[in-house]
Structures are given as structure tokens and as C-alpha cells.
């Protein structure tokens, strides 16, 4: 049977262990939302929602400038007492042109969304592999994401202690992904970031 003093040695050679453990383990964090904004890819992706938008915009205003004017002609038809099979008639072709407008409005909402996830997926990865290699390549135990989720309104874990604070590879990453960025130090990061925006 063990003494309780060579118990308690060896349960102090496990919490040293971690101890020292701990102690070699590095932190960074990454402040993805920026890495984003400054990549060409991502940047040259919004530029063409942002176009594509815009012309389905167009569209929709001609679809509906065209069903407020045939709305007014049916108005009028109706205080002038035209015939039932003239009124049904327009009536018929408002409700035709308030269905196209509707279709086409979800179309190119569906459309859009589809055109962007299928070319942001290799702009996440690219990205996800560079944030990866630098911090291999810098010897970090863990980095982690101090922004909102690009994906959707969830907010990402935020460290509350870590031995070093100041340690951000948003620079580095950008750097290996051929994106000059000497702001990137200087710039607040995660929730004071978007506070500054209000």
C-alpha cells in the first residue's frame, strides 16, 4: 500500500506538469472580420453582389412602376363603370404583374445568396489555411477569433486571461495571403470595433 506522502508527491508531479505545461502554451487571436475586408477575393465578391444587386434593383423598380401605373388605369376603369370583362380582364393582368414581381423578388434573392456562398466557401478556406499556417509557423498554442461571425449575428468565444494580450497575427496572415496591411496593429478589434460604428 502507498503512503499518503508518496500520493501526494505524485499528485504533485501531475499539477507541476500541467503547471509547466501551461506555461509554454501560446495565445493569439485573429481578427478574421478585418483579414476579410482586406482580401482582394472577398472584396472583388462584394463588388459584384453590390452590381448584381443593384441591377435586380432596377428590375423590381420597373416591375413595380409598371404595376402602379396599370393599378391607376384599373382605378380609373372602375370609377368610369367600364364593362365586368374589361375590369376582370385588368384585374387579371395586375395580379399577373404583382406574381411576376414577387417571383422575380425571391428569385434573385434566392439567386444572390446562392451566387455568394458558392464563391466565399474557397475565400473561407483560403483564409482558415493561412490563419492555420501562421500560427504553426509562429508556435501558437491557440488562436482565437476576437470578432463577430462573419456567417451570421453569433458572437465567437472571447478569451477573458491569457498570458499574452497583445499577440495578433492579423498582420502575418494578411502578409502570407499577399495583402499589405500596416493598420492592422493599430485597429481595435472585436466588440470595441463595432461599438465605434454606432
Do not use: C
Request: no cysteine; net charge positive.
Amino acid at each position: 500500500m502507498r503512503s499518503l506522502s508518496s500520493i501526494f508527491f505524485t499528485a504533485f508531479l501531475f499539477l507541476a506538469a500541467g503547471f509547466v505545461q501551461a506555461q509554454d502554451m501560446k495565445i493569439g487571436h485573429v481578427d478574421q472580420q478585418y483579414i476579410f475586408a482586406n482580401l482582394p477575393e472577398f472584396k472583388k465578391l462584394n463588388q459584384e453582389i453590390t452590381e448584381k444587386s443593384e441591377q435586380y434593383d432596377k428590375i423590381l423598380k420597373s416591375k413595380f412602376d409598371e404595376f402602379e401605373t396599370k393599378r391607376a388605369v384599373f382605378e380609373k376603369l372602375v370609377s368610369g363603370q367600364a364593362s365586368d370583362a374589361i375590369l376582370k380582364d385588368k384585374a387579371t393582368e395586375l395580379e399577373n404583374l404583382k406574381k411576376s414581381y414577387e417571383e422575380f423578388q425571391n428569385n434573385s434573392t434566392t439567386e444572390l445568396r446562392n451566387y455568394y456562398g458558392r464563391k466565399f466557401t474557397p475565400i473561407k478556406k483560403k483564409v482558415n489555411d493561412a490563419i492555420v499556417f501562421a500560427g504553426r509557423q509562429k508556435g501558437y498554442t491557440f488562436l482565437l477569433r476576437m470578432d463577430l461571425n462573419p456567417d451570421g449575428g453569433d458572437l465567437w468565444p472571447v478569451v477573458l486571461y491569457a498570458q499574452d494580450t497583445t499577440a495578433t497575427l492579423t498582420s502575418e496572415i494578411l502578409k502570407n495571403l499577399g495583402v499589405d496591411s500596416t493598420a492592422a496593429s493599430a485597429r481595435k478589434i472585436g466588440i470595441p470595433q463595432m461599438m465605434n460604428k454606432k
